[in-house]
T-cell receptor
């Protein structure tokens, strides 16, 4: 049973560019949450997708957007990249909304130069 | 604003002894708390949780204590094992905002053989 998978593993982008990160949830899970983890800090909630809609959002600007597909996989898009967007981006999946038990993927390390 | 704080960046403990990891929170609306363990190059793994209706929850070598009046929780690991060496994050959520988890900055535990 595959857990949560994320791609790519690492990514280097230039300031001002756009990036798309991908996440496949654990089998049987239908809810995907995205987190940003800056160096030396804990994960910060970006948003959560359920039934292909954004259900909750953290304190992130509109440059951060997402999408969930009918197969429950999800994308995180970040436009107009800033140096401060450099971080580890974690995807977590769960079964249904309000399920506290989340399974995290290994993350995508984004470096903005 | 940091609503969940882990004030000890690191902790070193001898194998077989007790490890105590601490976490403080400021939001009185938080009613569910979790601990995650993270190894390098992996996503956080759920370890143990506690609801605000309880003050203690045990799972094998791991016990979480919650002191609501002090807005403090702690994770006890007894006995500590070298395989427990990892970064530990505490996280909190509020019922009306249950999809949104707030994480502390983590404590790196080193269990010495």
């Amino acid at each position: 049973d595959a857990g949560v998978t994320q791609s790519p593993t690492h990514l280097i982008k230039t300031r001002g560019q756009q990036v798309t990160l991908r996440c496949s949830p654990k089998s049987g899970h239908d809810t995907v949450s995205w987190y940003q983890q800056a160096l030396g800090q804990g994960p910060q909630f970006i948003f959560q997708y359920y039934e292909e809609e954004e259900r909750q959002r953290g304190n992130f600007p509109d440059r951060f957007s997402g999408h969930q597909f009918p197969n429950y996989s999800s994308e995180l898009n970040v436009n107009a990249l800033l140096l401060g967007d450099s971080a580890l981006y974690l995807c977590a999946s769960s079964m249904g909304q309000g399920n506290y038990e989340q399974y995290f993927g290994p993350g995508t390390r984004l470096t903005v130069t | 604003d940091q609503q969940v704080k882990q004030n000890s960046p690191s902790l070193s403990v001898q194998e077989g002894r007790i490890s105590i990891l601490n976490c403080d929170y400021t939001n009185s609306m938080f009613d569910y708390f979790l601990w995650y363990k993270k190894y390098p190059a992996e996503g956080p793994t759920f370890l143990i949780s506690i609801s605000s209706i309880k003050d203690k929850n045990e799972d094998g070598r791991f016990t979480v204590f919650l002191n609501k009046s002090a807005k403090h929780l702690s994770l006890h690991i007894v006995p500590s094992q070298p395989g427990d060496s990892a970064v530990y994050f505490c996280a909190a959520s509020a019922r009306e905002d249950f999809n949104k988890f707030y994480f502390g900055s983590g404590t790196k535990l080193n269990v010495k053989p």
